[in-house]
Every structure is written in C-alpha cells, then in structure tokens.
C-alpha cells in the first residue's frame, strides 16, 4: 500500500451499523458474505422469470415506465450472481443464473432471441456475452445437454459481431444498433465498441488466439483514433458517442462509469495475455488515472464511487443505476491481472463498499439501496442499485485463487471457433434473384392494374 493511503482505510475496519438498514464491517469475510447474501436477495425479488408461465432471463417490462428493465440488464444481473457464487461460494442461485443464460440464447446460439433481435444493440448482446465470459472464467457448471458451453456462446457474439464492423462510416467501428431500422443506428458509442474489444480480450486471453488479440487491438485502435477518446495530462477521457450523420466529428461529452470499466477490462486482459507488454500497462493506468479524476471526486474524500452526469441532479434512468456494478468488478479483476494497480483500486473499493452498505436503508424493509454511496438512501430502489451495492461489496474479498482461469490454468468450457457462424446478420430476409418467371408476373400484374385504372376512371366520367 502506498504511503498515506493507509489513513483512509482507518474509519472502515469496524462495524458500520445502520438502523433498520445493513450492517457491514469490511475486514470480516462472514460479515461481507452475510451483507451480500441479503443484498442478493433483495435484488431477485425483481426477478419472476423462474415462475410458472413466465420467461426465464427477463426482467419486468414492456419499457413504458420507471418500473421496467432492458435485456441487457438482466443479462448483468445474472453475470453479477455468477461473481456473487465466486466470492461467497453460495450456489442457491446457480441454477436460475444456467436457466436464464440458457434461455436467451436464440436459435442461432449468439444470444440474439426473437423476443429481443429487433431492437437489439450490439452493447445489449455484449453484456449477455460478458456474463457467459463470467461463468466460463469461473468453471461455472454448464447448463448440459445441448446447449452450448458458456465460451461458446461467447465466441458465438463475437463472431456475430465481426460482421458489423463498418468501414463506410468513420474509417471503422461498430454503429450502437445491429439493425438499420432502430433509433441510434446512426451513433457509433463507446460500450458497444468497447463491449465488443472487451469481448475479443477476453477470448484471447481464455483461448490462447492471437486472431482474437489482433481484433482487440484494431478495435482499440479505431477508438483511440475516433473522437471517443480524449487525452489529456496523461489522463484518458472516454465519451459516450459519436455520429455517422457527420462522418463522427464531434462526440457527446457524457461520461460513465461502465465506458471506463468495459475498455479498463479489456486492456487488462490484453496486458495479461501479452505477458505484461508496457504498452498495455500504460493504457491501463491512463483509465484509471481518468476514473479516479471524474468518478472518486474529492469532494466526498476522493475514495468513493460517484456517477457524477446524474446522481446529483437524481435523475439516473434504471440503465444508469447499475452502471458502477460494472467498473466495480472490473476494477477488482483489474487487481488481479495488472497486480501493479493493486494499491491504486483496492482503498477505493473498500471505501465504496462501506459507504455503499451505509446507505442500504430504504424501502419496505428498511435496507434497499439508493444511487448514492455519499449520503443517506437517496429514495430510489431496484435492480440496479442492488446490483451495485453487491458488485462493489463483493470486489472487495477479490483473491488470486478466483483468478479468471483460461486453458492454460484450468479453464473447462469447452471452445468452438465456429460458433454461431451459421446465424444471419439481419432479421430480414434478402429478396431472392428476380427470375425471367417473375418478370411476366410483374408484366400481368401491371396490364391488370392499367386496365383497372383506366376502367374505373371511365365509370366515374360516364
């Protein structure tokens, strides 16, 4: 630990008692196995898709209101039970998290469903890919029979996605939609792009593939050389999006907690896979020099994790209330393979973690969690700041021994190169050729059409 960090660790080693609300003392692992095993429970209260006549893996909606969520989230959500069983060892929730991931496939086994591909965005396919990255990293037991293994299906999104690459807009990237038809098609962001690179880390790291590194990299590259990124003072700037109707320009200057958690996570796996390259290093400690600048603002001591575009003005939607669930636990496996950030992170986890469990003493049961890790409960509840006081609270018991494994270290999930390569890039089927056959047709067609025009119009004029 470096020098004068120590300090700041000093008010959390004892118990935080809260009335009505969660009590955490940060040095014990029961206590943080406790706190957790609540808070999970309390976050699958929202959950009915194991239920008689519901569908597993989706969470309340239609999205018309406050009390809905995207795909996607729940696709987090079940990624963050798989880290709940890693740091507690608890397995009550494994067979729900198999049955959800297991669901959502898709026929085409690249979590592309029927019931969400029409409005799909690539960053909503990614996080169901990061929690199938999750359960394979962790030899989470495979759902068996025949679906696919978790890497599989991993592999499956990835190669998927390979096919939006777009070079006619921007000299690359990914546009935020799969399909022209939906709101957004226009915006190249950050999470899919990101979410995209992490995914191809991630496969090379698990799978030894150099073809997964190069794409990683040019990925990273094409970002790094789009206004998505920003560099200044040594620190990295990561914005949300930009937009093909200008050629991507100019970017919109919003920054989250997940952008910089998806492209910390991804350059630390690259890190690893190259045996440490200080190129990577470099790029790792720019995102979080960047992080501890926007989000660990000094005015709440500098160690606590804040969403600062909208948790002041209390008006983060469900998306942006699960959003530091993610560069929580990222940043905790940060720790793990980038060891050199182990003194940068680990005083900021545990200072959100105790401040987080300080401010669980809201709703019915008097110990829901708002937004706002700095204050008292802020009065808003749900998924996603369950999720959040989970991610942070669980980091903190981060180990080498839950390490992600690979096949070089005893990763099982089986890998398939091919996955998914049979599946269709576009829910609409491509007209077939026109045949000479269709072409008489559509003469005919016409003569009839003429003939009615010109009968009717007589009928009216006598």
């Known amino acids: 630990m470096k020098p004068g960090r120590s300090s700041l660790l000093a008010p959390l080693v004892g118990l935080l008692s809260v009335a009505n609300g969660i009590s955490l003392e940060v040095s014990s692992l029961d206590s943080i196995k406790s706190v957790t095993s609540t808070l999970a429970y309390d976050m699958m209260t929202y959950y009915s898709g194991n239920q008689t006549g519901q569908t597993p893996g989706i969470l309340p909606g239609p999205c018309e209101s406050t009390a809905c969520y995207y795909w996607w989230e729940a696709g987090a959500m079940f990624g963050s039970l798989i880290n709940y069983w890693q740091y507690t060892g608890d397995d009550s929730y494994n067979p729900v998290v198999s049955q959800a991931l297991a669901f959502q496939i898709g026929p085409d086994e690249n979590y592309n469903p029927p019931n969400q591909s029409k409005n799909m965005g690539v960053d909503d396919q990614a996080f169901w890919a990061f929690s199938a990255l999750d359960a394979a990293e962790a030899n989470f037991p495979e759902a068996g029979g025949d679906i ?207 401040a987080a469990a300080q401010q669980c003493t809201g709703g019915n049961n008097g110990r829901m969690c708002g937004r706002r890790w700095y204050s008292n409960f802020d009065g808003s509840s749900g998924v996603g700041q369950q999720m959040q006081a989970l991610s942070v609270i669980g980091a903190t018991t981060i180990h080498a021994g839950i390490a992600p494994k690979s096949v070089k270290t005893g990763g099982t999930s089986k890998q398939d190169p091919d996955a998914g390569n049979d599946a269709a890039s576009s829910p609409v089927k491509p007209p077939s050729a026109i045949t000479t056959a269709d072409k008489a047709g559509a003469g005919i067609l016409t003569v009839l059409c003429i003939c009615i025009i010109v009968g009717g119009s007589m009928w009216i004029i006598l």
């Open 148 to 354: 696919p293994s978790w890497i599989a299906l991993a592999q499956a999104v990835f190669n998927f996605q390979q096919d939006l690459w777009d070079d006619a807009t921007c000299g690359g990237g990914m546009r935020w939609q799969v399909y022209s038809f939906n709101a957004g098609y226009n915006l190249k962001n950050t999470i899919s792009n990101g979410g995209n690179f992490q995914i191809a880390a991630r496969l090379a790291y698990y799978t030894g593939n150099q073809s997964y590194a190069d794409w990683a990299i040019k990925m990273w590259d094409w970002m790094e050389g789009s206004p998505l990124f920003q560099t200044q003072d040594g620190n990295l700037y990561i914005w949300d999006n930009t937009d093909t109707n200008n050629n991507c320009t100019d970017v919109a200057h919003y920054a989250w907690t997940y952008n910089y958690g998806t492209m910390l996570m991804g350059a630390a796996y690259l890190y690893n896979y190259t045996d440490g390259d200080p190129l990577w290093e470099q790029r790792v400690m720019s995102i979080l020099k960047g992080a501890e600048l926007l989000f660990f603002p000094q005015e709440y001591g500098g160690n606590i994790m804040t969403e600062f575009q909208c948790e002041p003005a209390a008006n983060c939607n469900n998306d942006q209330s699960s959003f530091k669930a993610y560069l929580s636990r990222w940043m905790a496996v940060t720790t793990l393979l980038v060891p050199s950030t182990y003194d940068m992170i680990m005083p900021r986890l545990t200072a959100s973690a105790a």
